[in-house]
């Protein structure tokens, strides 16, 4: 399966299961979505339960918390993340906050998803990854997938969550890559990363379809300079797995955080943090960042932008080198 076929056959498993599950957002009824992740949902569980909304994010998200404090257990699609910016305010002052201002009489077991990134000549406004915005909020809990087997046990995790989730899909992994996804359901656990490739001269942090530049760099280097790479995909960014980070800076002493988001404010700059406050003893090299650049998305010069497999070599070669 790659990504979209294994989100649908999950949304299609939980659906059946689970009669409190719905799901709306721009086009995602009748058209199945953009990316057709939704496809036969409304024709198979009914318009009730899989509908299209006008286009008003604060409006999708908003009625979203209120059918989650009435029982029901909403799945809201964002059809671009680079459009969820209307609903900052219902997501960042209501939808998070919900659990401490009813002093745990309520919570907002709300799933947000939407496809994020670049890759795919979208332009300015269909290429961001906003991931690092909503870290900055308590209450959230964040994830980002990178693969078929991960899009499944991410979702099912998040549908089972009783607190509210964004799930940010890469949108130019979609299709792209085709993996073994058992029929049983299973659970990827929030705050457990991957550890996708043991090494012992360098740690590579990522996320998303961020991970597979990685892998990539990190085999190359493997061949070109004899440098050994530990690879983390990190899956889930709220929660963190802080444990399976320290254990492998520990282990390699060095360590190089890549993703596609500008680097100023971005996410690796508090895992850079992080490693600093636990691990600053065992460091032989300053943490590097390889990160997208700060400045808006660029449609035709995405390959300038984004930190590719060539880039991060160039990070981990330096690191090493240090």
Same mark, same amino acid.
């Given at each position: 399966?790659?990504?979209?076929?294994?989100?649908?056959?999950?949304?299609?498993?939980?659906?059946?299961?689970?009669?409190?599950?719905?799901?709306?957002?721009?086009?995602?009824?009748?058209?199945?979505?953009?990316?057709?992740?939704?496809?036969?949902?409304?024709?198979?569980?009914?318009?009730?339960?899989? /509908?299209?909304?006008?286009?008003?994010?604060?409006?999708?998200?908003? /009625?979203?918390?209120?059918?989650?404090?009435?029982?029901?257990?909403?799945?809201?699609?964002?059809? /671009?993340?680079?459009?969820?910016?209307?609903?900052?305010?219902?997501?960042?002052?209501?939808?998070?906050?919900?659990?401490?201002?009813?002093?745990?009489?309520?919570?907002?077991?709300?799933?947000?998803?939407?496809?994020?990134?670049?890759?795919?000549?979208?332009?300015?406004?269909?290429?961001?990854? &906003?991931?690092?915005?909503?870290?900055?909020?308590?209450?959230?809990?964040?994830?980002?997938?990178?693969?078929?087997?991960?899009?499944?046990?991410?979702?099912?995790?998040?549908?089972?969550?009783?607190?509210?989730?964004?799930?940010?899909?890469?949108?130019?992994?979609?299709?792209?890559?085709? @993996?073994?996804?058992?029929?049983?359901?299973?659970?990827?656990?929030?705050?457990?990363?991957?550890?996708?490739?043991?090494?012992?001269?360098?740690?590579?942090?990522?996320?998303?379809?961020?991970?597979?530049?990685?892998?990539?760099?990190?085999?190359?280097?493997?061949?070109?300079?004899?440098?050994?790479?530990?690879?983390?995909?990190?899956?889930?960014?709220?929660?963190?797995?802080?444990?399976?980070?320290?254990?492998?800076?520990?282990?390699?002493?060095?360590?190089?955080?890549?993703?596609?988001?500008?680097?100023?404010?971005?996410?690796?700059?508090?895992?850079?943090?992080?490693?600093? @406050?636990?691990?600053?003893?065992?460091?032989?090299?300053?943490?590097?960042?390889?990160?997208?650049?700060?400045?808006?998305? &660029?449609?035709?010069?995405?390959?300038?932008?984004?930190?590719?497999?060539?880039?991060?070599?160039?990070?981990?070669?330096?690191?090493?080198?240090?």
């Amino acid at each position: 399966m790659n990504i979209i076929q294994s989100l649908n056959q999950t949304l299609h498993q939980q659906f059946a299961k689970d009669d409190r599950l719905i799901t709306f957002g721009e086009d995602c009824g009748f058209f199945g979505g953009v990316f057709r992740v939704t496809t036969g949902l409304q024709e198979k569980f009914g318009k009730e339960r899989c /509908f299209d909304t006008p286009l008003c994010e604060q409006g999708i998200v908003g /009625f979203g918390i209120g059918c989650a404090q009435k029982g029901l257990k909403p799945i809201c699609e964002i059809q /671009f993340a680079d459009y969820i910016y209307p609903a900052f305010d219902q997501i960042v002052n209501e939808l998070a906050k919900m659990r401490y201002r009813t002093g745990n009489q309520y919570n907002s077991p709300l799933i947000i998803r939407t496809p994020c990134g670049g890759g795919i000549h979208g332009g300015l406004y269909h290429s961001q990854s &906003p991931e690092a915005l909503f870290l900055h909020v308590p209450g959230l809990k964040i994830a980002m997938i990178s693969s078929p087997y991960d899009a499944k046990g991410l979702l099912i995790s998040a549908i089972k969550s009783n607190d509210p989730v964004i799930l940010f899909e890469p949108k130019r992994i979609y299709r792209a890559i085709k @993996e073994e996804v058992p029929e049983e359901e299973y659970e990827i656990p929030f705050g457990k990363a991957d550890v996708a490739r043991n090494g012992a001269d360098v740690t590579l942090v990522g996320w998303g379809a961020q991970h597979h530049q990685n892998m990539k760099a990190a085999e190359e280097v493997a061949e070109e300079f004899d440098i050994d790479v530990e690879v983390l995909n990190m899956r889930s960014l709220n929660p963190l797995d802080t444990e399976t980070l320290s254990a492998s800076i520990q282990k390699t002493g060095r360590c190089v955080v890549a993703h596609e988001a500008p680097k100023t404010g971005g996410f690796g700059a508090e895992i850079s943090s992080l490693i600093m @406050e636990s691990c600053f003893l065992h460091l032989r090299a300053p943490i590097n960042r390889c990160c997208g650049l700060d400045t808006p998305f &660029p449609h035709t010069l995405e390959h300038e932008y984004l930190p590719d497999a060539y880039k991060v070599k160039q990070a981990l070669v330096e690191t090493v080198e240090y």
